[in-house]
């Protein structure tokens, strides 16, 4: 599964993660449909749709949208909240360390004519994001780890009442940092790599616990307050698809969903799936 299409650097195969961006330069199309609760006895129901797209072995862009209902006491509203846009740059492998780094440029503006999202500003993301695979420590047993992380700047354009984000607040966050984090250990790893031999459906499974959090920088009366969530996970590796699901619970001064909110998350590689299917339409 090396030469599929899953993220890796030497022998390690990282995880298409829910929360942390991927790093990873692909083609790739992504369905994330989530369902929880949300302030003020609400409750929503999303869908982020990513389609990306290699150009190079080190550029790739992607096109995405947002769906989501959101279902509020007499009231409901549902339709697009935003569309984005994103170029993401491969700027360092280091694969016996099992190490890479990426940058990613990322633009989101509202559309459509729901009522969600629409009272925000255009918003622009930067995020640094690396990744490590323990690959390299003395034990078999704990080389399956590897951490996932990046770090974002966000900065809205414009007068809204919030950033638009990839997430539902309900303070007025203005210019904000996040940081994602993601710790899993790839079952895979362990048997192909470490040879400890399991049933096939397990050598597939890569357990996981991601993490976002968000701090509001604007002085605008809810600085320094944050917002985030854990992310507990379950995933399916295959050579050209993922699929994993996942239970968040939020903490933070402003939740972005109460409660708790259950995932499903599904990626296809579909360049490598033309590949399997005897179609090579561009060299990446």
């Known amino acids: 599964m090396l030469s599929s299409g899953l993220a890796h650097a030497g022998n390690r195969i990282f995880l298409e993660p829910i929360i942390v961006k991927d790093g990873d330069i692909d083609n790739q199309l992504t369905l994330m449909p ?3 609760g949300m302030p003020g006895s609400s409750s929503a129901f999303t869908t982020p ?6 150009l190079t072995h080190h550029f790739s862009v992607r096109a995405d949208t947002h769906y989501i209902a959101l279902w509020t006491p007499g009231k409901g509203y549902s339709g697009l909240q935003y569309a984005g846009l994103q170029g993401k740059l491969l700027l360092y492998e280091n ?6 780094t990426t940058f990613i440029m990322r633009g989101i ?14 918003t622009l993301y930067s995020y640094l994001v690396f990744n490590k695979g323990l690959g390299d420590l003395s034990s078999r047993f704990l080389r399956p780890f590897a951490l ?5 700047g966000i900065v809205p354009f414009g007068n809204g009442p919030m950033p638009l984000s990839d997430f539902t607040g309900t303070y007025d966050y203005g210019n904000s940092f996040r940081f994602d984090g993601a710790l899993e250990y790839s079952l895979m790893y362990l048997h192909d790599i470490e040879g400890v031999k399991m049933p096939d459906f397990f050598a597939h499974l890569t357990p996981a616990i991601e993490s976002r959090t968000l701090v509001n920088l604007s002085n605008n009366g809810y600085y ?11 995933n399916y590796q295959a050579d050209w698809y993922q699929v994993s699901v996942a239970y968040q619970s939020p903490y933070g001064a402003d ?3 109460m409660g708790q909110r259950y995932v499903l998350y599904t990626t296809f590689f579909y360049g490598w799936l033309l590949k399997k299917m005897g179609i090579h339409a561009t060299a990446f």
């Open 34 to 36: 989530a369902y929880g």
């Open 49 to 54: 749709i990513m389609l990306e797209k290699r």
């Open 95 to 100: 694969d016996p360390h099992e190490i890479f």
């Open 109 to 122: 503006t509202p559309v459509g004519g729901s009522a969600v999202g629409q009272g925000n500003p255009f």
């Open 148 to 152: 996932q992380t990046d770090i974002a």
């Open 224 to 234: 320094g307050l944050t917002e985030g969530y854990l992310s507990y996970e379950m």
């Open 255 to 257: 939740s972005s969903f």
